[in-house]
């Protein structure tokens, strides 16, 4: 009997080559298996089967031999499975497993219409596509529809039923390209070693062992620390759902969001938990302290700024002799998150969520039965709200998930969700958590202007003053005199940005002179703690932000944060929804002049602005309407496209800051494939404006490596990057407001 093959392996004998049945009945049992947590193992089993059905042609085997043909696989497989489930009770169904199938390499495809045809690159064109023979499948493998069940098992709300089914499709599409992958890649290099982490318990054990600390806390504030972390605890008990963690910044909602999350885990006989962080500015910090906490080797850094060849490269004892297998665990774990617990951004893990590529997807299923806790909710993209929302709702449930909101600023987006879920505050008593760790008086200065507002800055030995844009953060840092002044924005590259935190945090702790002017890259995350602060007008959360860096750890009665109107020749103008939230802002603070940041206030603050927008604002670009057919009429590429939290107008520039820098940049002019390379010079780019970017390559200082590569000239390192404030644009434009 003539033998079909799956895959071929270079310089192997045909006799070598891996059979076509094995490759299907083990990449069934894998979807299955990777299906389990989601609920789809039946049909991604059935997928899988059905996804290569197409080598089964005489055309695909002879390509596999050198024949130069060109073979459409994949669409076979979706045809066969439409006409294997015609006239069952799941003949609806088949249409969403040929989504999956015919994607299964290329990605999720949108719908299309009747009038398409063969070649235009829909569902529909696919499947009026001519394939070649593949019947020869029936003479090894047996399709058994018995065991599947009766429908698909998901709730969903009246208007959102193709959501859910889109979404649904997107889960065993997951499971069967992850295992496709899987499976293929241990026949090509063999086994990877993916897994073996510590098991939950062991984790929960560790954390147990590292929160010992606080068991019997000395001072007043980290007493009331211990109360949160100990509230959170105990709700961990309750069953998956909707959570929000209302804790005023320095109240030690870090730890006690992972100590709910891995309680709950465990409690429950949930998978995992991920940890979803608004800035790649602010995930380093945490992801540092769960490493500390879990081991580096449980804990996967998701995001476009990690550095896998630092970690490949360390050199202290501790890991000279396991380095290598941790960093191949990692970076295996990056492509499909099967790891206890994940840190990641925003914009990771929705882009995921609404993504077509066949690697991007691979992780989904691993979603399913996981803790997602959602640090600064309030930064969840406004402009996607609908989509986003609908997703975690989904994931909650239909896959078992729970969704923690957790920030000082709750934004009150339960409203946003289908069935207007009201989630389960964790924290005792926000109202008086928020009495408690008031330690900033809010002062208005009125209309300020730069030179006067530069004076009062001065007037103080250490200060902190957070401005809108970038342009006028340079602008008033290059007024100051005297010593002890330094700037932040991303116009500084991460490494330049780090360096100077570090000399900021030294100074402040040893009671040296040190005035910091920054734009809003300092309000969310960095644990610095200045006796007072100046803030420019803006929206509430903003100024709370600002606020959480001022007597942080209450080493005095009570600061002050002083809020000024600029008035500036540094400002063009600041973008709508600036302007937008400053107004709100000023109502809310006239309504609650005494205590103008509280629960209270911020809810007012949040209802008044989302009542402000149109509904369609929150799903600008439409992606619902992607997913609104009941009958599987989908379009996951325009879906995929559209779906674009930062919206890219910019260019990146390397920059040449250091020895480091230089030595990467020199690498990169001899690499062919220089992926790595790239990853590790991450945090030496400044990203701006492409008409900034023009602004620079007119005046002859940005070289391009390999055509391809931006880099600042060494040579121009001096008149176009300070050491104080970063790179330097000329002229620069309007629009500012989105980098901070």
């Known amino acids: 009997m003539l033998e079909y093959y799956a895959h071929s392996k270079e310089g192997k004998e045909e006799t070598e080559w ?39 042609s005489t055309e695909f ?23 294997t489930l015609a006239g069952t009770r799941f003949e609806p169904i088949a249409k969403l497993l040929s989504y999956c199938i015919t994607g299964h390499h290329a990605g999720l495809l949108d719908h299309g219409d009747p009038t398409d045809l063969p070649g235009d690159g829909t569902l529909v064109a696919r499947l009026k596509t001519d394939v070649c023979d593949y019947q020869a499948y029936q003479s090894q493998l047996k399709i058994d529809l018995s065991s599947l069940p009766k429908n698909i098992n998901i ?18 599409y997951s499971a069967l390209v992850d295992a496709d992958f899987q499976e293929t890649q241990t026949y090509m290099i063999g086994e990877q070693g993916r897994g073996q982490y510590d098991d939950l318990i062991t984790l929960l054990n560790k954390l147990r062992r590292y929160l010992q600390r606080y068991e019997n806390p000395e001072t007043e504030i980290n007493r009331k620390r211990t109360q949160t ?41 949930l998978r995992r938990v991920i940890y979803i962080i608004p800035y790649t500015t602010i995930i380093e910090q945490n992801a540092q302290i769960f490493k500390n906490i879990f081991g580096e080797e449980n804990v996967l850094e998701h995001h476009c700024h990690f550095d896998w060849e630092d970690l490949k490269n360390r050199e202290s004892d501790d890991w000279q002799e396991q380095t290598t297998s941790v960093y191949q665990k990692l970076k295996l774990a990056a492509e499909n998150w099967d790891i206890p617990i994940i840190v990641t951004t925003n914009v990771q893990f929705f882009e995921s969520l609404f993504a077509n590529r066949s ?62 879920v009201d989630a389960i505050e964790l924290a005792s008593h926000p109202e008086e958590l928020f009495s408690f760790y008031r330690r900033v008086e809010i002062k208005h200065l009125g209309v300020v202007q730069d030179d006067e507002l530069c004076e009062k800055i001065l007037s103080y030995q250490q200060a902190l003053c957070v401005v809108n844009t970038r342009r006028h953060a340079s602008g008033l840092f290059n007024m100051l005199e005297g010593d002890g002044n330094f700037h932040l924005s991303t116009l500084m590259c991460a490494a330049h940005r ?19 002017i920054s734009t809003t890259v300092m309000e969310a995350g960095v644990d610095l703690d200045f006796p007072v602060g100046f803030r420019a007008m803006a929206g509430l959360d903003s ?41 709100i802002a000023r109502q809310v603070f006239a309504k609650h002049q005494q205590v103008p940041i509280s ?15 149109d509904p369609q604002s929150y799903d600008y670009k439409g992606i619902l309407k992607c997913f609104e057919d009941d009958n599987g009429r989908f379009f996951f590429e325009t879906a995929a496209r559209l779906f674009r939290i930062i919206e890219d107008p910019t260019e990146s520039i390397i920059i040449p800051y250091d020895e480091e820098a230089n030595k990467l940049i020199e690498e990169l002019k001899h690499t062919p494939y220089p992926l790595s390379i790239l990853r590790k010079l991450q945090p030496y780019t400044v990203s701006i404006y492409k008409n900034e970017f023009e602004k620079l390559s007119v005046k002859g200082v940005v070289i391009a490596i390999a055509d391809a590569y931006p880099v600042l000239d060494p040579n121009a390192l001096g008149e176009y990057y300070s050491p104080h404030t970063g790179l330097l644009i000329p002229d620069p434009s309007e629009g500012e407001g989105l980098f901070f």
Not at 599 to 613: G, H, M, N, R
């Open 155 to 172: 709730r969903s709300t009246k208007n959102r039923i193709g959501f859910s089914l889109s979404f649904w499709t997107r889960m065993v």
């Open 359 to 420: 690697s991007r997807c691979r992780k989904l299923h691993n979603i399913a039965k996981s803790v997602l806790i959602f640090d600064e909710a309030q930064m969840l993209p406004r402009e996607y709200f609908y989509p986003c929302l609908a997703a975690v709702w989904e994931l909650v449930v239909n896959y078992g998930a729970t969704a923690l909101f957790c920030t000082a600023t709750q934004p009150g987006i339960e409203r946003f969700l289908p069935d207007n």
């Open 599 to 613: 629960v209270q206030a911020i809810k007012d603050y949040f209802d008044q602005l989302y009542s402000l927008q």
């Open 498 to 516: 780090k360096e100077k935190l570090s000399t900021i945090r030294k100074r402040l702790s040893e009671g040296q002179s040190c005035r910091v």
């Open 543 to 583: 100024i709370n932000q600002a606020a959480g860096r001022v007597n942080r750890n209450m080493h005095r009665s009570l600061s002050q944060l002083f809020v000024f109107e600029p008035q500036s020749i540094f400002i063009k103008r600041n973008p709508k929804y600036i302007t937008q939230a400053v107004e």
């Open 18 to 56: 891996q059979r076509l049945i094995d490759h299907l009945l083990n990449t069934a049992k894998l979807a299955k298996e990777f299906g389990q947590d989601a609920g789809v193992s039946e049909w991604a089993y059935l997928a899988a089967l059905f996804h290569d059905l197409g080598k089964y």
């Open 61 to 83: 085997q002879m390509r596999l031999r050198g024949k130069k043909v060109r073979v459409d696989h994949s669409t076979a497989g979706a045809k066969e499975l439409i006409r």
């Open 229 to 269: 972390l100990l509230a959170c605890i105990e709700k961990s008990k309750l069953p998956p759902g909707f959570f929000r963690l209302t804790v005023p910044t320095g109240g030690g909602k870090t730890l006690a969001s992972m100590a709910f999350a891995l309680n709950h885990v465990v409690h429950n006989n």
